[in-house]
């Protein structure tokens, strides 16, 4: 991990930055319109509504791949804030179940770490737009926690 | 109601269901070869899809879209001449290396087994200048939507 990103992360736990800051430096984080609500440490993503997301022309309803790629996006950004040192988070596998349509409205996503070992990351992530007790997609994911750039995975 | 496409090559029912994908569109795939029950399709190498900006590494999440879009395209063919809309029940994507900073990525993906309700697909993600390098493996099932009007998609 590089020192800025290290100092970036620091930042934004004190308060001193945003937690924007950490998504708008992933170009397909930007890609994807992704933004961060901090409500206190609690951290809620959402993906705003954006004709570019669109899987489904006549719906309309979002791309199953842009909603999974939100939720990945979101864990990574989630795990890099909880690791009391971080580590750059890399997908190991992503496994998502589509429970309902993902319609053309904003959506957001909340993740849950389930464990935090030495090397490897759970991660929960789930996605809804109505109500939370009514998610449109749940993922899982493992992460690869290391020191080594994504070349050397 | 069955809409059938016999004047129509599955080639051609796949790229113009892709045209209509907005998302697809953007991620700029390109469905390069399609027969009874499998698709190649590229993505191109883009900075808009980078998720390490340290590495410029293709974002998971950008490939893990193609995945789903190919996979769906794999369910068109063996559907074929028939068109249904196949929304994704589920999908596992395993990442097994970083590809080639620069290049694109190739998705193969092989509907394994059509049963009345069911699609389930295999894909494979190839690197683009070294396509016997693995980049992603992943498997996912789909559920047939025997809608009217489906053909307003690839029509």
Request: proline share 5%; with cysteine.
């Amino acid at each position: 991990m590089t020192d800025a990103l290290r100092t970036l992360i620091q930042q934004c736990r004190d308060g001193e930055r945003p937690y924007q800051a950490l998504v708008e430096r992933v170009p397909y984080a930007n890609f994807l319109g992704i933004e961060v609500m901090a409500q206190g440490q609690e951290l809620v993503f959402v993906l705003p509504k954006n004709e570019t997301n669109v899987g489904n022309p006549t719906l309309p309803a979002l791309h199953g791949g842009a909603v999974a790629g939100f939720m990945e996006q979101s864990a990574v950004i989630f795990l890099l804030l909880h690791m009391g040192e971080p580590r750059v988070p890399k997908t190991i596998d992503f496994t998502v179940d589509y429970l309902r349509a993902g319609h053309y409205k904003d959506t957001y996503a909340e993740c849950r770490v389930t464990r935090l070992g030495r090397r490897v990351a759970n991660v929960q992530i789930i996605a809804w737009q109505t109500r939370r007790s009514e998610p449109i997609t749940i993922a899982r994911a493992h992460f690869l926690l290391s020191e080594e750039t994504a070349q050397e995975m | 109601m069955t809409i059938k496409h016999t004047s129509i090559s599955r080639l051609e029912i796949c790229r113009r269901f892709v045209a209509s994908v907005r998302h697809s569109t953007e991620l700029k795939l390109d469905v390069r070869r399609a027969d009874e029950t499998s698709v190649e399709v590229f993505m191109p190498f883009q900075e808009a899809i980078v998720g390490n900006p340290e590495t410029r590494v293709l974002h998971g999440g950008a490939i893990f879209a193609l995945m789903d879009q190919a996979g769906g395209l794999a369910g068109a063919c063996a559907i074929y001449p028939e068109f249904e809309i196949t929304p994704t029940i589920d999908m596992r994507v395993d990442h097994i290396r970083a590809p080639e900073v620069g290049y694109g990525v190739i998705c193969h993906a092989e509907c394994y087994r059509l049963s009345q309700h069911v699609v389930f697909v295999r894909m494979n993600v190839f690197e683009e200048r070294h396509p016997e390098n693995l980049v992603a493996t992943g498997v996912a099932t789909y559920m047939r939507m025997k809608l009217p009007g489906a053909n307003e998609v690839v029509s």
